[in-house]
Structures are given as structure tokens and as C-alpha cells.
Nanobody, 125 residues
Framework: QVQLVESGGGLVQAGGSLRLSCAASGRTFGSYLMGWFRQAPGKEREFVAA????????YYADSMRGRSTISRDNAKNTVYLQMNSLKPEDTAVYYCAASLGSWPPSEQTSDYGYWGQGTQVTVSS
């Protein structure tokens, strides 16, 4: 089992950057494929990016490809999402999630068994 706590959200102007962090508890962090999702008001939660167990492989949704970088530090039990060139439509609650699935990663929320509480990202125009 793993517990996840996100941080790093906030208010940023369009074109700005944010780095989200997700700290995981437990000694089995490296056993999980890690992902980031987001949910805007009135919309379904959507996949953003995922990183493999060692961090060597990454996978992005079209909406964030080229503007974001997912990474992890297994020594610190932490996964990151660096977001650049932010747009107002990136405004959402961002969640990290852990999966015991295989690669390539699923984009379905149901395939991630553990979730953080989310961190709000607001991009002003």
C-alpha cells in the first residue's frame, strides 16, 4: 500500500511554470508505475502523464506533451510534474496516482489503485 501527498500547486499567469511534487509513503514506491491526472470543474478526471518504475520511460497525453516533464526520484519516494507554458485551460486539480499495471501505462483512472488528495493549479489569462 502507498499513500500519496501532492504539493506545489498555486496561481500562475498564462505562460508561466509550476512544478508539482507527490510524496509517497512506504518502502515499495519503486514497484509502482506513477501517473498524474487532472480534473477541471465540471469535467471528468483526465490523464496527463506517467513514468515507469525506474523513471527511464515517460508517457504523455497529447494535451501536455511538449509542455510538461514527469520524473521521479525513488530515493526520495517522490514523483514530479514540471509544467511550462501554462494556459488557462490547464486550470484544474492535479492528482498523482500509483498503479501496479504494466507498460505502456493506462490512461484510465480505474487502473490506478492509489490516489493523492490533489493540488489546485489555477492559470490566469
Amino acid at each position: 500500500q502507498v499513500q500519496l501527498v501532492e504539493s506545489g500547486g498555486g496561481l500562475v499567469q498564462a505562460g508561466g511554470s509550476l512544478r508539482l511534487s507527490c510524496a509517497a509513503s512506504g518502502r515499495t514506491f519503486g514497484s509502482y508505475l506513477m501517473g498524474w491526472f487532472r480534473q477541471a470543474p465540471g469535467k471528468e478526471r483526465e490523464f496527463v502523464a506517467a513514468v515507469s518504475w525506474s523513471g527511464g520511460r515517460t508517457y504523455y497525453a497529447d494535451s501536455m506533451r511538449g509542455r510538461s516533464t514527469i520524473s521521479r526520484d525513488n530515493a526520495k519516494n517522490t514523483v514530479y510534474l514540471q509544467m511550462n507554458s501554462l494556459k488557462p485551460e490547464d486550470t484544474a486539480v492535479y492528482y498523482c496516482a500509483a498503479s501496479l499495471g504494466s507498460w505502456p501505462p493506462s490512461e484510465q483512472t480505474s487502473d490506478y489503485g492509489y490516489w493523492g488528495q490533489g493540488t489546485q493549479v489555477t492559470v490566469s489569462s
